[in-house]
């Protein structure tokens, strides 16, 4: 059963996604782009270009480091709908641009909107793509930064609808 018990982002109004910033493989040289935008119809839209040139291979959007009141949580969840592509649901524990990255993967059926479930146990402790052994374990009270990305070079334009990330 999947009871949602807190909206921590309700993507229902314009302001709703001006904390958030695109962090593309272009921060390393490449020329992949993205941006989380508003759309009309009551959600947010995490939406590019993944390209592979100068080693590039990565888009990603994140919000800025806020107290989330993420306290006493089991799992997260979004509200999506995506294009068929895999992507990432990013989780972050400190206020730094890099470091440790706590991230679930999940598919999305294309067109078809889907609550995605993730159990806090499911996150895996990563820097820049890569496991870390010895991290800590995923605190969800101490969860700063969240971030949506698309990687693993699945090149080409890609589009993410977002209504919801909460927690239960």
Request: aromatic letters at 10%.
């Amino acid at each position: 059963m999947n009871l949602m018990t807190a909206n921590i982002f309700l993507f229902s109004s314009p302001d709703t996604v001006t904390g958030w910033a695109p962090i593309d493989d272009r921060v390393m040289g490449g020329c992949s782009t993205s941006c989380l935008r508003y759309d009309p119809q009551g959600h947010a839209v995490f939406e590019g270009t993944v390209r592979a040139d100068n080693n590039g291979g990565f888009a990603s959007v994140r919000t800025r480091a806020v107290e989330l009141n993420t306290k006493n949580v089991g799992a997260f969840v979004l509200k999506v709908n995506g294009d068929g592509k895999r992507y990432k649901f990013n989780l972050r524990m400190d206020d730094n641009f890099d470091g440790v990255t706590y991230q679930t993967v999940f598919v999305t059926p294309a067109g078809v909107w889907t609550s995605m479930h993730f159990p806090v146990s499911q996150f895996t402790a990563t820097r820049r793509g890569r496991p870390v052994s010895g991290a800590p374990t995923l605190d969800p009270a101490g969860v700063r930064q969240m971030g949506l990305m698309i990687g693993d070079r699945q090149l080409g334009d890609f589009s993410l609808k977002v209504s919801v990330i909460g927690i239960e």
